[in-house]
Nanobody
Framework: QVQLVESGGRLVQAGDSLRLSCAAS????????MGWFRQAPGKEREFVAA????????YYEDSAEGRFTMSRDNGKNTVSLQMNSLQPEDTAVYYC??????????????????WGQGTQVTVSS
C-alpha cells in the first residue's frame, strides 16, 4: 500500500518562493500519475498540478501556470512543487495525491486514490 508524506509548508511573505516535497513509500510509485491539490478554509479541494508517470508532461491550474513547477524523481520516489511569486490567495493546505489507475492525467480529485496528510502553506501580505 503506497503512502504519501508531504513536507515543506510554512508561513511566507507575498512574493516569496517555497518548495513542497512529497515522499512515497510502498512501491509502484514510478507507475503513478501524481498530483498536487490544495484546500483553503471554507473552500473545496482544488487541482493545482499533476505530472505523468515519466515526468515528461506536467499540467497546471490556470493561476499556477508560470509560477509553479511540478517535478518528480522516480529514483527517490518523490515529487516536488516549486512555488514562486506566492500570493495570499495561495494560502491553503496542500495535498500530494497518487492516481494509480488512470492512463491520462486527471484534474479531478476523485480520480486520485491515495492522499497524503497535507502541509499548510500560509502567505501573508
Amino acid at each position: 500500500q503506497v503512502q504519501l508524506v508531504e513536507s515543506g509548508g510554512r508561513l511566507v511573505q507575498a512574493g516569496d518562493s517555497l518548495r513542497l516535497s512529497c515522499a512515497a513509500s510502498g512501491g509502484g510509485f514510478r507507475n503513478y500519475i501524481m498530483g498536487w491539490f490544495r484546500q483553503a478554509p471554507g473552500k473545496e479541494r482544488e487541482f493545482v498540478a499533476a505530472i505523468t508517470w515519466d515526468g515528461v508532461n506536467a499540467y497546471y491550474e490556470d493561476s499556477a501556470e508560470g509560477r509553479f513547477t511540478m517535478s518528480r524523481d522516480n529514483g527517490k520516489n518523490t515529487v516536488s512543487l516549486q512555488m514562486n511569486s506566492l500570493q495570499p490567495e495561495d494560502t491553503a493546505v496542500y495535498y500530494c495525491a497518487a492516481d494509480r489507475t488512470s492512463l491520462y492525467v486527471s484534474k479531478r480529485a476523485y480520480d486520485y486514490d491515495v492522499w497524503g496528510q497535507g502541509t499548510q502553506v500560509t502567505v501573508s501580505s
